[in-house]
């Protein structure tokens, strides 16, 4: 069964330090997602990505916070200047669109901002 | 908010007794998705009702929907330990966005 894939699984990285976090979405779907959850809280939606362009993006995500689909299988979120307040739980999710609305999430990164 | 919002937030029972989880919301919904969450992992999509449904039923799963009361609930049957996780109910609004709340943990008690 076709799945959603984040690389790395942790990452680790000094305040200040710019992070690439990546996805591979499944391959024939349309839409792609960020969602972050800090220990413990719930799900916060970052941005949604169709057509190769952000679609929606919450209040979370600032300047310092992008999102680029290089190669068309690739989907990466790049944090330029990490905070500590970043440390969370970095979930990539697609959807296959064409009103099937379901999403399909991925292992995650753990992000630890030190 | 617009958030959904679980009841309860923690719930324990014995195996093979049945867990029923509760979901409200604010908005106006297009569908609402049940996902569920294990210790440190990813989300896994268990099913989504629509807007004009009121019942739907997949394996052991069984969720209701009332758009009057802007509720909804899940229910697991014959519960296992392997059902032990967080449970989020996740209504997805006018904007197709999914609107998260902080879920319902699950012990199952062998």
């Known amino acids: 069964e076709p799945e959603v894939t984040q690389t790395p699984s942790h990452q680790v990285t000094q305040m200040g330090q710019e992070v690439i976090l990546r996805c591979v979405p499944i391959?024939?779907?349309?839409?792609f997602y960020w969602y972050r959850q800090i220990l413990g809280q719930k799900v916060e939606f970052l941005v949604s990505?169709?057509?190769?362009?952000?679609?929606?993006k919450s209040e979370i995500f600032d300047d310092q916070f992008s999102v680029e689909r290089p190669d068309g299988s690739n989907f990466t979120l790049k944090i330029r200047s990490t905070k500590l307040e970043d440390s969370a739980m970095y979930f990539c999710?697609?959807?296959?669109?064409?009103?099937?609305?379901?999403?399909?999430f991925g292992p995650g990164t753990r992000l630890t901002v030190t | 908010s617009q958030q959904g919002e679980e009841d309860p937030q923690a719930l324990s029972i014995q195996e093979g007794e049945n867990a029923t989880m509760n979901c409200s919301y604010k908005?106006?919904?297009?569908?609402l998705q049940w996902y569920r969450q294990n210790s440190g992992r990813g989300l896994v999509h268990l099913i989504l009702?629509?807007?004009n449904e009121r019942e739907k039923h997949s394996g052991r799963l069984r969720v209701t929907l009332d758009t009057s009361k802007k509720s909804s609930s899940l229910l697991i049957t014959a519960s296992r330990a392997a059902d032990t996780a967080s449970y989020f109910c996740a209504p997805m609004d006018s904007n197709y966005q999914l609107i998260w709340g902080a879920g319902t943990k699950l012990i199952i008690k062998p």
């Open positions: 999710a697609s959807e296959g669109g064409l009103s099937s609305y379901e999403q399909y």
């Open positions: 908005t106006s919904i297009n569908n």
């Open positions: 009702i629509r807007s």
């Open positions: 391959s024939n779907h349309l839409y």
């Open positions: 990505f169709y057509n190769n362009e952000i679609s929606e």
